[in-house]
């Protein structure tokens, strides 16, 4: 059995988590088995949609033409469109509609959290929808010292100055404005902001948070997963101060690689994410400021060791094994391949043969 991940219009999204996530299934269907493929003219029986750009959509088409099985990832939802890009809170209701087409076109969804999946049920989708992590390389993003000298010689940091560090692009969905003003309340304590957005992009007061921060804040840019990985082991406390996620893949590197960790307490992480146990969360800029303080000075409970329990539970592994049962559910695993054929006249004649076979045996979808 192969998968093809299609990647029309990921190019778009390559510094996001969505393209994460896809760098991520091959890994998860590799743990199980299963084969990927990254061409139409490969032979697949299954076809993985990550985007919800037309091409997507128009890929969608291609496939159940050709009888494949279609598993439509949904990473995003209105909720977490609002407050991204310019003119992206009045153009939401028309996103709405636009991924509801979308996320219809597929035989199954796949939706990181419950949270998300309670939004996308919400929107009146019919077709079955499953949540699952977007898992994490608990192998590569795990706790080193070495790592940790590296980022601190980078950015000149000595052992007893303390980094606090967010991830993510430069909108205020992320909590950027929000991250700005609690750098501006610790004057005495390193703020580092990895990621970027074209300033183009965004709107007037992102630009001017950028533009005003103090001179204990650096944006450094976006950077490859070696030096992310570098600036999680090196920092002291990774602050997520988004006010919408449909998972946060960030979130899950952080405690991988298991340094202190505080996140805005949002629905998404109800039920997995626990203040107090895993992971601290706060309500607002006075109480990220209260908690951050609490963390760095070592007045609150080291969680970290918690906090890798839960990236450990959502290892590519187990989110393979997970992977697996959505597909023998959904009857996925039962998909027969049809070898692959070359020119016109023998593909229409395995389409003849294929809907013959389907007549006689309705149990099963034929891939052609």
Same mark, same amino acid.
Request: aromatic share 12%.
């Given at each position: 059995?192969? *998968?093809?991940?299609?990647?029309?219009?990921?190019? #778009? !999204?390559?510094? /996001?988590?969505?393209?994460?996530?896809?760098?991520?299934?091959?890994?998860?269907?590799?743990?199980?088995?299963?084969?990927?493929?990254?061409?139409?003219?490969?032979? /697949?029986? !299954? *076809?993985?949609?990550?985007?919800?750009?037309?091409? /997507?959509?128009?890929?969608?088409? +291609?496939?159940?033409?050709?009888?494949?099985?279609?598993?439509?990832?949904?990473?995003?939802?209105?909720?977490? $469109?609002?407050?991204?890009?310019?003119?992206?809170?009045?153009?939401?209701?028309?996103?709405?509609?636009?991924?509801?087409?979308?996320?219809?076109?597929?035989? !199954?969804?796949?939706?990181?959290?419950?949270?998300?999946?309670? =939004?996308?049920?919400?929107?009146?989708?019919?077709?079955?929808?499953?949540? #699952?992590?977007?898992?994490?390389?608990?192998?590569? $993003?795990?706790?080193?010292?070495? +790592?940790?000298?590296?980022?601190?010689?980078?950015?000149?940091?000595?052992?007893?100055?303390?980094? !606090?560090?967010?991830?993510?692009?430069?909108?205020?969905?992320?909590?950027?404005?929000?991250?700005?003003? %609690?750098? @501006?309340?610790?004057?005495?304590?390193?703020?580092?902001? $990895?990621?970027?957005?074209?300033?183009?992009? *965004?709107?007037?007061?992102?630009?001017?948070?950028?533009?005003?921060?103090?001179?204990?804040?650096?944006?450094?840019?976006? *950077?490859? @997963?070696?030096? =992310?990985?570098?600036?999680?082991?090196?920092?002291?406390?990774?602050?997520?101060?988004?006010?919408?996620?449909?998972?946060?893949?960030?979130?899950?590197?952080? #405690?991988?690689?298991?340094?202190?960790?505080?996140?805005?307490?949002?629905?998404?992480?109800?039920?997995?994410?626990?203040?107090?146990?895993?992971?601290?969360?706060?309500?607002?800029?006075?109480?990220?400021?209260?908690?951050?303080?609490?963390?760095?000075?070592?007045?609150?409970?080291? #969680?970290?060791?918690?906090?890798?329990?839960?990236?450990?539970?959502?290892?590519?592994?187990?989110?393979?094994?997970?992977?697996?049962?959505?597909?023998?559910?959904?009857?996925? =695993?039962?998909?027969?391949?049809?070898?692959?054929?070359?020119?016109?006249?023998?593909?229409?004649?395995?389409?003849?043969?294929?809907?013959?076979?389907?007549?006689?045996?309705?149990? %099963?979808?034929?891939?052609?």
């Amino acid at each position: 059995m192969n *998968v093809f991940l299609y990647a029309g219009g990921l190019s #778009l !999204v390559k510094r /996001s988590g969505v393209a994460e996530a896809v760098v991520h299934q091959k890994e998860m269907l590799s743990s199980i088995d299963i084969q990927t493929v990254c061409k139409w003219s490969q032979p /697949s029986d !299954v *076809v993985h949609l990550n985007t919800i750009f037309p091409d /997507s959509l128009l890929a969608s088409y +291609r496939a159940r033409q050709r009888k494949k099985k279609i598993v439509y990832y949904g990473h995003s939802t209105m909720e977490d $469109f609002r407050n991204s890009f310019k003119g992206s809170n009045f153009f939401a209701p028309l996103f709405r509609r636009w991924i509801i087409r979308c996320y219809n076109s597929g035989d !199954v969804i796949i939706t990181p959290t419950e949270y998300s999946k309670g =939004l996308l049920e919400s929107y009146g989708i019919k077709k079955p929808i499953y949540s #699952l992590s977007n898992g994490i390389d608990t192998d590569f $993003f795990a706790p080193n010292e070495e +790592r940790r000298k590296a980022f601190r010689a980078e950015y000149k940091l000595n052992e007893r100055e303390k980094a !606090v560090i967010s991830v993510g692009h430069y909108i205020e969905r992320k909590g950027l404005p929000d991250f700005v003003e %609690l750098a @501006r309340r610790m004057p005495d304590v390193r703020f580092f902001w $990895f990621g970027y957005t074209d300033l183009k992009l *965004v709107p007037n007061n992102i630009r001017e948070a950028i533009e005003s921060a103090p001179p204990n804040l650096c944006f450094p840019g976006y *950077v490859d @997963r070696n030096e =992310l990985r570098d600036a999680y082991c090196g920092c002291d406390l990774f602050a997520f101060m988004t006010k919408e996620e449909t998972e946060g893949i960030v979130v899950l590197e952080a #405690l991988a690689c298991g340094i202190p960790a505080i996140v805005s307490d949002i629905p998404v992480y109800d039920g997995w994410l626990k203040d107090g146990v895993n992971i601290y969360k706060a309500k607002g800029l006075d109480d990220f400021a209260k908690k951050t303080e609490a963390i760095l000075t070592g007045y609150l409970p080291d #969680l970290t060791a918690q906090g890798r329990e839960v990236a450990e539970e959502r290892s590519l592994q187990s989110t393979g094994l997970k992977l697996k049962e959505i597909y023998e559910k959904e009857h996925i =695993l039962n998909q027969q391949s049809v070898p692959k054929r070359y020119g016109r006249r023998t593909e229409y004649w395995a389409e003849q043969n294929a809907a013959k076979k389907m007549q006689n045996d309705l149990s %099963l979808t034929q891939i052609i």
